[in-house]
């Protein structure tokens, strides 16, 4: 099972807003709704900003949204912040084996 | 407070065994599936290992499968994972991670801080 492919920098200046990208195939990403993000800082555990595509855990601010259209999902933070520098990863359901992760997207905050 | 505390890691010659453990607190573990997820120093996240709330069923990484356990003692709210013919691109930090609803959705809520593990000779 090959990972994700997601881009290895985004970056954007405070209060903008970035997309990254997540994409898979009709096996992961395009064939279910089960597409997480979780957010990680140097030294930490990841944590979980997005599930099931476009849900938000409680706690996690709305400037985070996700989204999916065929075999590639996204995660849009709006407003951006300097805490929000960090990686970025998605993770998918799928038929292959069980689970998927992303290749991994550093975000920097110019 | 829901908690995921891993211990178990360390120093490990190729070929060797080791066993990780997670034990849990502040929630129903045995309504919960598990996962054991990975990261090699300066890389991305690796899903290794998932086992269902009940232990019935067990899923594992290719690149683990066949020499790598999952399992969990309900009574105890531990995970477990033994880890045989280590090899060393098996040295990452292991972390353990609960799934956050009832199904297999690759949604982790709670992750513990992660437990080091290095094979070399």
């Known amino acids: 099972q090959s990972a994700l492919t997601q881009p290895a920098s985004v970056s954007g200046s405070p209060g903008q807003s970035i997309t990254i990208s997540c994409t898979g195939t009709s096996s992961d990403v395009g064939g279910y709704s089960y597409v997480s993000w979780y957010q990680q800082h140097p030294g930490k555990a990841p944590k979980l900003m997005i599930y099931d595509v476009s849900n938000r855990p409680s706690g996690v601010s709305n400037r985070f949204s996700g989204s999916k259209s065929g075999n590639t999902a996204s995660l849009t933070i709006s407003g951006l912040q300097a805490e929000d520098e960090a990686d970025y990863y998605c993770?998918?359901?799928?038929?292959?084996?069980?689970?998927?992760f992303g290749t991994g997207t550093k975000v920097t905050v110019l | 407070e829901v908690q995921l505390l891993e211990s178990g890691g360390g120093l490990v010659q190729p070929g060797g065994s080791l066993r990780l453990s997670c034990a849990a607190s502040?929630?129903?573990?045995?309504?919960?599936?598990m996962t054991w997820v990975r990261q090699a120093p300066g890389k991305g996240l690796e899903w290794v290992s998932t086992i269902t709330g009940s232990g019935d069923y067990t899923y594992f990484a290719d690149s683990v499968k066949g020499r790598f356990t999952i399992s969990r003692d309900n009574s105890k709210n531990t995970l477990y994972l033994q880890m045989n013919s280590l090899r060393a691109e098996d040295t990452a930090v292991y972390y353990c991670a609960k799934e956050k609803g009832y199904y297999l959705t690759s949604a982790f809520d709670i992750w513990g801080q992660g437990t080091m593990v290095t094979v070399s000779s």
């Open positions: 502040g929630f129903t573990f045995n309504n919960y599936a």
């Open positions: 993770s998918s359901y799928t038929s292959n084996s069980l689970y998927v």
